[in-house]
Each structure stands twice: as C-alpha cells, then as structure tokens.
C-alpha cells in the first residue's frame, strides 16, 4: 500500500491480547520509545490547543513527537502501537512495564476513541505537526473511528496513522470459510478449481493462459450451467465469505442461465461466460485486505475498489484471444442502466447489453454472498433487491427474465407448505413464481428420502391454490441432504 503506514482503524488488528504475568524485562526492556510516543503525542496535543499555530513550545513537542518515533521505526518500516484492555503493545508484544508507567496518558487516549496508533519509517515532522492540530481542535472523540485516517490522509499524513481498535466482540461476527465445505456437483467443483488457478495468476501479476480460461467456460457452459445441482448451491444464500474465484464462477454459470433464456445463441453465450468470468478481474489489484475487512470499507478503501472495473479492462485488453466485448464488460459492470454508477465514462454512455446482463447477475450473485459484517441476503430477499433497482440501475427486462430463472424458490430451496408438508424445491414454472414442485421429504423417514412429488400450482374446485409456501428453511436447521434429492431428480428414479 505504496509504503504508507496502514490506517489502524480496520477491526482486526493481530496484537497480542496480553499474558498476565508474562516476564516484564524481555518485551520493555526493548521498546522504550513507544510509551513515550504516546506521552509526546499528549504533550504536543495540549500544546497545540495552548498555543497559536507556530508557537516554539508546539515545536519543541514536534520534535519530542518525532525523536521517539524515528527510535521506534530505526530498524523496521512500520511500528504498530496498540492500547489493548491498558496494556501498551508494540507489534503484537505487550509492554506491562510501560503500559504502568505511562497509564494516565493511554487512558486519555482510549477515552478519545484512539487506541492505535501506526507510525512508517518515513514519518516526517510536518506530519507529526498536523496530526498534533488534528488531535487539538478537529478530533471529535469516540465513534469518528473510520473518519480520522480520511481525515490525516487529505492532509498529507501518511506515515502516523491513528485509530480505533475493535474489540472482537464488535465484529459483527468471526471470519467466515472461504468457500464452502463442498461442492455438490462435479463440475462445478472442477470450475471452481479451474478458476482458483486462473485467478491466483492474475493475482500474482501474471496473464493466465487464455486456453485454460477456455477450457473452463467449455465446461461452464456446456455442462455445469445446465446441472440443477450446481445452479441451486449458486442461487442459494451462502454461508462463506465468497472470493473472487467463486463469485466469478458463479457470475460465470448465472449469466449463461440468463442468456439461454434470453435466446442467445452458443458463440454469444461463450462471449458472455468469458465477459462474466473475468467482470472482476481488476479486483486482483486491490489489496485483499481491503476486500476481506471485517467492516465496511472506508471511503478512502472505497476509492480504491471504485478503481476495479478501470483496471480489469487494462488487465484484459491486453490480454489476447479474448472475446472484444470481454475489457468491455469489465468496464461497464458497475454502470447504471440509466448512466451514472462507475466509473465516469461521460453523461451519455450507456452499458452495452452484455454488461447489463451481467450487472443483474452480479448484484444477485453479491447480495446473496456472506461478507464479514453483513449477513448474506435469501434468494427471495434478492429478487426484492433486484426489483428495486430495476428501471433505475439495471434493465427492468433483464431483470425480469432472471427472477423468472431464480424464482422466489429456486430449485434445491427447503420450504414448508401451509399443510406442513417439509420438500425441497425440484421444479419452477415460469408462469408462476410463488408455487414450484417439490419433493416431499418424510424427515422420520429413512436418509429422508423423498416420498412424492407435490405440485403447489394444484387448485381446488374452487381455483384456490391446494397449498402455498408457508416458510423457507435453512439447510443446516432440517436433516435433509438437498444435494442428493436433486441428484436423484437429474436421474430417473425420482418418485413422480
Ligand atoms: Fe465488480
Ligand atoms: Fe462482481
């Protein structure tokens, strides 16, 4: 991150939660430098609301500021200065010692919401003057965490970041895996493998071979795009934090769905696999820490991702054997139907319709992924997305034709009839989202195989529908495989 010292404020900052009665001597005996660097820090922060700007006694605490800062940065490019429960660490090693001696002034700073505080090896004294005005006459206290590394960095302070630690607690929750445990379908597991490599060679800077990424859109599209398997792991919410690889696949295998609906013909859906596959493929040079933060970026992190869609066109224009509208639709992804969205390509451009189809299935695709601080949105709950952005930000027909694919109850979804029969969703019609066929489980009943097939469109001599979906039910909270009571309906022994 072009060697400044990373803003602290991210939430997962690694130091080490404090031993108690862990030796003193070894870790004080070293760092000195950074209880005073608080100390100093203090002392320019009074000075600087004392005295008018320019005043010796501000830059006497300048100069204190920066001694201490340039001893603890002498021999490694970034020191990290956390204050964790009181205790002072210094790259993840507590100071018991120091953490004593300069308590009242870590207190004052945990009370300003500052409890980190990174300082890079090119720290200059001007920096360490505006951070001292900063602290002084702008810094709002507690709860302005994400702003303050803004704030600096507009001011020209890149080596003294200052910030709040969250404690784990805060997180909205733990890690998530990053993929999930298994891939029900065979192909789609190998593509998602295939897609691992190709981009782990993006991210390592490198052009992956372009046959590779052919061989794995022969397979997108003529297999795995058509396995009802593979599709309803993809629509289904998921429970991992989604990766490029995977989104992309995902992008990949929705996008062909929607396109053979849409009536394209093979050379068009290769086109728009490749397109979908590699939308975000500028992503790869935006730092992962960023993309994987227990927390919503901040606007500077922002800016920084805004900038995937400029790259991703470089990255593959000059990529040859590409489809041409392949840089195009990496370009465009994340335009509006009606213009705007980004990037700024001038108040008249509109997406070519490749781009919006893909832009549907991104937004799908994304809302129904698990990031770290927000849970991952039902398939149902994505349609409502879906529509509400139609007109506006994505094309209302489009959006139309792929709700209609991914239905309120895609295949594979567990629900339970108003006349509490328990099934997994088999089939869909077109005409009418809101009453799928399932297959009805006996949940005592042995693997709980399916028993019948219901079809919910059933009325009675009345025309009222027989039955609706009373609710729809996680995976994990019924004993029911949903992998192979779909596999047993890809083969003929379905019970019908
Ligand atoms: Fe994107
Ligand atoms: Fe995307």
Not at 18 to 27: D, M
Not at 74 to 97: K, Q
Request: proline share 7%; net charge negative.
């Amino acid at each position: 991150m072009d060697g400044s010292a990373p803003a602290p404020e991210v939430g997962v900052t690694e130091a080490a939660v404090p031993t108690p009665g862990a030796p003193e001597e070894t870790a004080d005996r070293q760092q000195p430098e950074a209880g005073h660097v608080f100390r100093a820090l203090a002392a320019l922060r009074s000075a600087c609301v004392l005295y008018p700007e320019g005043h010796p006694a501000i830059e006497a605490q300048v100069d204190d500021v920066h001694r201490y800062a340039m001893a603890l940065v002498a021999n490694r490019p970034l020191a990290r200065l956390d204050i964790i429960r009181g205790i002072l660490n210094c790259d993840g090693e507590a100071l018991p010692r120091e953490s004593q001696v300069h308590a009242r002034v870590l207190a004052e700073f945990a009370a300003l919401g500052i409890d980190s505080v990174h300082v890079g090896a090119g720290v200059s004294k001007d920096e360490i003057r505006t951070v001292g005005q900063f602290l002084a006459h702008d810094h709002r206290g507690p709860g302005t965490g994400g702003a303050v590394v803004e704030v600096l960095a507009e001011r020209g302070v890149r080596n003294f970041n200052l910030g709040r630690i969250l404690p784990v607690n805060h997180r909205v929750k733990e890690r998530l895996p990053e993929a999930p445990e298994t891939l029900h379908d065979e192909g789609y597991q190998a593509s998602a493998e295939l897609a691992h490599d190709v981009f782990d060679r993006f991210d390592q800077g490198f052009a992956p071979d372009v046959q590779s990424i052919h061989d794995l859109l022969e397979m997108l599209v003529g297999r795995v795009a058509r396995s009802n398997v593979a599709l309803s792991q993809v629509m289904a919410l998921k429970r991992y934090e989604n990766r490029s690889y995977l989104h992309s696949v995902n992008v990949a295998l929705l996008a062909t769905r929607l396109g053979e609906r849409l009536g394209l013909e093979r050379p068009e859906l290769m086109q728009l696999a490749e397109a979908a596959l590699l939308h975000d493929v500028g992503k790869t040079r935006v730092p992962i820490e960023i993309l994987t933060k227990a927390g919503p970026p901040t606007e500077r992190e922002w800016r920084m991702i805004h900038r995937h869609p400029l790259i991703g066109a470089e990255i593959l224009s000059e990529l040859h054997g590409l489809g041409p509208l392949t840089p195009v639709v990496a370009l465009e992804h994340h335009l509006d139907f009606t213009g705007g969205g980004y990037p700024d390509l001038g108040p008249d451009r509109r997406p070519q319709a490749i781009s919006q189809i893909v832009s549907v299935v991104d937004v799908y695709e994304s809302v129904t992924g698990a990031r770290t601080y927000r849970e991952p949105a039902t398939p149902d709950r994505a349609c409502v997305i879906l529509a509400r952005m139609a007109g506006d930000k994505l094309n209302p027909a489009l959006v139309k034709a792929f709700v209609s694919i991914v239905t309120f109850f895609p295949i594979g979804t567990i629900v339970r009839t108003t006349r509490g029969e328990l099934g997994v969703v088999v089939g869909t019609h077109d005409d009418d989202a809101l009453h799928p066929r399932i297959a009805v489980i006996d949940p005592a009943g042995p693997d709980a195989r399916p028993t019948s097939v219901l079809d919910l469109r059933e009325r009675d001599d009345g025309g009222a529908f027989l039955r609706d979906v009373a609710e729809t039910l996680p995976e994990d909270r019924v004993r029911i495989n949903v992998a192979s009571v779909l596999r047993r309906f890809e083969t003929s022994d379905a019970p019908d």
